[in-house]
């Protein structure tokens, strides 16, 4: 029987995950036991996906990135080449810590660029966007933009990644569609 999935011949996938329709999953790629993999991922070349992992529809994995045990990432969120993840606050060789792993959460759409860090236990919320490099070191608001090192909170991005602008009311519309959004309390909701 076909796999609903396409995998390259170099790629190692244990037994026990589940991997959905129309993912594909590319070379020297090893997909770990237990984890979840939706539909229409795509797993890019040297990627390694922890056990337990939670990968939801259509989640871009960029070349060279380890999403390790603990990480859970909603629908359509992307994740940048060479991007790390943690899982342990303070790891010591010689010291097992499996039973401390802290789970990050990364909710739906939000993109986390090239070579950026996020320090485990940490949210990112909804359509936020991590710019390339930043280290991740607390929450991150939907909507949000962050950069630097330890990233910080520069600006609010749209569902389509492009910067708002808000007027004296405290409301923006994105460029490219008919999508409204409220500034509340220091917060980005959409309101269309």
């Not at 011949?9 to 979840?36: L, R, Y």
């Not at 660029?113 to 710019?131: K, R, S, W």
Request: glycine letters at 10%; proline letters at 4%; a neutral charge.
């Amino acid at each position: 029987m076909d796999k609903a999935y396409f995998a390259h011949e170099t790629a190692v996938i244990d037994e026990g995950c589940q991997i959905g329709e129309g993912a594909k999953i590319w070379h020297f790629s090893h997909i770990m036991p237990n984890c979840e993999i939706g539909e229409k991922c795509n797993i890019g070349q040297n990627v390694v996906v922890s056990p337990g992992v939670k990968l939801g529809r259509n989640v871009k994995v960029q070349n060279n990135v380890s999403v390790y045990t603990g990480v859970i990432c909603e629908d359509d969120v992307f994740l940048g080449p060479s991007m790390v993840f943690t899982n342990i606050l303070n790891p010591r060789s010689a010291i097992i810590r499996r039973d401390q792993y802290k789970e990050t959460l990364v909710r739906k759409g939000a993109s986390i660029g090239a070579n950026a860090t996020v320090v485990c236990g940490n949210e990112i919320g909804a359509f936020a966007l991590i710019g390339a490099g930043a280290v991740v070191t607390k929450p991150v608001p939907a909507f949000a933009l962050v950069v630097g090192n330890p990233a910080k909170h520069i600006g609010w991005v749209s569902e389509y990644g492009h910067r708002l602008q808000f007027d004296e009311r405290g409301f923006a519309s994105c460029p490219e569609s008919d999508q409204k959004y409220e500034l509340v309390d220091g917060l980005v909701k959409r309101i269309k």
